[in-house]
């Protein structure tokens, strides 16, 4: 599918991700973005002149938020330069990738920057005229939580669309899903160890103005909750007959995360190890029926193996946004995705759910988890609102 979209090692970042209603609740995210690309861009030595073109990705609005990418360009550096907003949901990231992967496989561009962003905290709630409503009543809309609550196509809220797909596949029992969060967040810790060795490979702490007198600094992920077998053991399922608990799923959050897409040679110069080749090969897109969100994860994924030639068999890494348990046990039903190599040094159950950003997150992680193998196949796949799902395959050598 695609042969000539490559990423940078090192050329990409996360920005710690934290709880909603943390350290992070008040900051706009595309400034908060803006600053943290600038740093990326200092750190690695990287002047954001070089960048044509830039994908920006975010799902919550925000004031002034009708001139997302330009703004964020001029703020990050590059005040010559746009591009496309990407709005979708979970998929995102994953989107705002193959949209910059697009540009640079038919030459529109040759160095593209994306960067996504969401805030979950504080999120806005609209409102709109309804002259016809008792005595002029406007129509409101809280983004984050109605949204959560119900799909407006599906009628049903998110968390029941994994209890249909779990139902739909054999069932899953709270002893299950309860294993496999426990398992997520151990995996969570394999990128703490040592000091946060791992994370430290990729993430820019950035700095939060509190007042007009005190900043501080987010070096790492804020509002991380142990998932423990006896704590998951006291908790009640949400529905009388289901699978999933409170902590067998993730939380809202706010951060960012980004990379670039750019052309072989220019990837190999920009490098920090010019004998490490991080190559897009596909991208795929499904959606599911009705009300079955998490199926279409499985879709998603085949679809982008197919593109890029390879088969599960193939894989040495596989990151997933897995907002529920379920999603990544029945994924593994149906593909035969042995666990061992599935969201190795954390996913989104465990770190958290910004949405635009959560995919280009586990993209780079992925990206640093082949690199510590010595190389493979990678896939990434989640889920996302609308009953849709997204996935992208990759190559580093």
């Given at each position: 599918?695609?042969?000539?979209?490559?990423?940078?090692?090192?050329?990409?970042?996360s920005?710690?991700?934290?709880?909603?209603?943390?350290?992070?609740?008040?900051?706009?995210?595309?400034?908060?973005?803006?600053?943290?690309?600038?740093?990326?861009?200092?750190?690695?030595?990287?002047?954001?002149?070089?960048?044509?073109?830039?994908?920006?990705?975010?799902t919550i609005?925000?004031?002034?938020?009708?001139?997302?990418?330009?703004?964020?360009c001029a703020?990050?550096?590059?005040?010559?330069?746009s591009?496309?907003?990407?709005?979708q949901?979970?998929?995102?990231?994953?989107?705002?990738?193959?949209?910059?992967?697009?540009?640079?496989?038919?030459?529109?561009?040759?160095?593209?920057?994306?960067?996504?962003?969401?805030?979950?905290?504080?999120?806005?709630?609209?409102?709109?005229?309804?002259?016809?409503?008792?005595?002029?009543?406007?129509?409101?809309?809280?983004?984050?939580?109605?949204?959560?609550?119900?799909?407006?196509?599906?009628?049903?809220?998110?968390?029941?669309?994994?209890?249909?797909?779990?139902?739909?596949?054999?069932?899953?029992?709270?002893?299950?899903?309860?294993?496999?969060?426990?398992?997520?967040?151990?995996?969570?810790?394999?990128?703490?160890?040592?000091?946060?060795?791992f994370?430290?490979?990729?993430m820019?702490?950035?700095?939060?103005?509190?007042?007009?007198?005190?900043?501080?600094?987010?070096?790492?992920?804020?509002?991380?909750?142990?998932?423990?077998a006896?704590?998951?053991?006291?908790?009640?399922?949400?529905?009388?007959?289901?699978?999933l608990?409170?902590?067998?799923?993730?939380?809202?959050?706010?951060?960012?995360?980004?990379?670039?897409?750019?052309?072989?040679?220019?990837?190999?110069?920009?490098?920090?190890?010019?004998?490490?080749?991080i190559?897009?090969l596909?991208?795929?897109?499904?959606?599911?029926?009705?009300?079955?969100?998490?199926?279409?994860?499985?879709?998603?994924?085949t679809?982008?193996?197919?593109?890029a030639?390879?088969?599960?068999k193939?894989?040495?890494?596989v990151k997933?946004?897995?907002?529920?348990?379920?999603?990544d046990?029945?994924?593994?039903?149906?593909?035969?995705?042995?666990?061992?190599?599935?969201n190795?040094?954390?996913?989104?159950?465990?770190?958290?759910?910004?949405q635009g950003?959560?995919?280009?997150?586990c993209?780079?992680?992925?990206?640093?988890?082949?690199?510590k193998?010595?190389?493979?196949?990678?896939?990434?796949?989640?889920?996302?609102?609308?009953?849709?799902?997204?996935?992208?395959?990759?190559k580093v050598?």
């Open positions: 599918m695609f042969k000539k979209a490559f990423i940078p090692y090192k050329g990409y970042w920005s710690p991700f934290s709880r909603w209603q943390g350290t992070l609740q008040n900051q706009h995210p595309l400034v908060l973005a803006a600053a943290t690309a600038k740093k990326f861009m200092e750190l690695r030595g990287y002047d954001p002149k070089m960048l044509d073109g830039c994908v920006y990705g975010q609005g925000m004031p002034a938020w009708f001139y997302s990418n330009p703004w964020f703020l990050m550096g590059n005040d010559r330069i591009g496309p907003t990407v709005s949901a979970c998929a995102t990231g994953a989107t705002a990738v193959y949209k910059a992967a697009c540009d640079v496989e038919v030459g529109a561009y040759s160095n593209v920057l994306v960067a996504t962003a969401d805030r979950c905290s504080n999120g806005p709630h609209s409102v709109w005229p309804n002259p016809n409503g008792p005595g002029g009543e406007v129509i409101s809309e809280n983004w984050l939580m109605d949204n959560f609550n119900k799909d407006p196509y599906g009628g049903e809220a998110m968390f029941m669309t994994a209890e249909l797909v779990a139902k739909d596949n054999g069932g899953v029992s709270k002893e299950e899903s309860d294993g496999w969060a426990v398992k997520l967040y151990e995996k969570y810790l394999q990128s703490t160890a040592n000091d946060r060795e994370q430290k490979g990729y820019i702490p950035v700095d939060v103005q509190i007042s007009k007198k005190k900043t501080i600094s987010l070096e790492e992920d804020e509002g991380i909750m142990p998932i423990t006896d704590g998951l053991a006291k908790l009640k399922t949400i529905l009388p007959d289901g699978a608990t409170f902590g067998a799923q993730t939380h809202p959050a706010d951060g960012n995360a980004g990379m670039i897409v750019t052309t072989q040679e220019k990837a190999k110069e920009l490098s920090k190890d010019q004998n490490v080749a190559q897009l596909s991208y795929g897109y499904a959606r599911a029926q009705k009300a079955r969100m998490a199926a279409a994860v499985s879709p998603s994924a679809m982008a193996l197919e593109k030639g390879i088969g599960v193939d894989l040495a890494a997933t946004h897995n907002p529920f348990s379920i999603n046990i029945v994924m593994c039903r149906i593909m035969k995705i042995p666990q061992e190599i599935l190795n040094y954390g996913s989104s159950l465990v770190f958290g759910h910004p950003p959560t995919g280009t997150r993209v780079v992680e992925l990206i640093e988890e082949l690199v193998k010595g190389g493979g196949y990678g896939l990434f796949a989640g889920c996302a609102a609308g009953d849709t799902g997204a996935a992208i395959v990759l050598n």
